[in-house]
Nanobody
Framework: VQLQASGGGLVQAGGSLRLSCAAS????????MGWYRQAPGKQRDLVAL???????NYADSVKGRFTISRDNAKNTVYLQMNSLKPEDTAVYYC??????????WGQGTQVTVSS
């Protein structure tokens, strides 16, 4: 499984960004995909995930502001981020989970929210 993430950037507080993650390879083996983020000096935390059946789950800190979705025809998962806050600043990573194998990771994309 290969993952290509895009869409990060610099935005002012209250603004929006959309991240994209295109999957290729053995995508039939993926049972869920998600977005994680890692701020400097902190651990990598789950932001949102979406299962192959379309169920979603969010970190409490982003509920009501972020939306994860998928386009099966394009093998792409999106993270729509609205009402961004400076504390959302981090490197965001796309991940795909394959049972009995583990997580595959895309390259990180920097999101910077200025106050």
């Amino acid at each position: 499984v290969q993952l290509q993430a895009s869409g990060g950037g610099l935005v002012q507080a209250g603004g929006s960004l959309r991240l994209s993650c295109a999957a290729s390879g053995s995508i039939f083996s993926i049972n869920f995909m998600g977005w994680y983020r890692q701020a400097p000096g902190k651990q990598r935390d789950l932001v949102a995930l979406i299962t192959s059946g379309g169920s979603t789950n969010y970190a409490d800190s982003v509920k009501g502001r972020f939306t994860i979705s998928r386009d099966n025809a394009k093998n792409t998962v999106y993270l729509q981020m609205n009402s961004l806050k400076p504390e959302d600043t981090a490197v965001y990573y796309c991940a795909a989970h394959v049972p009995r194998t583990g997580n595959y990771w895309g390259q990180g994309t920097q999101v910077t929210v200025s106050s």
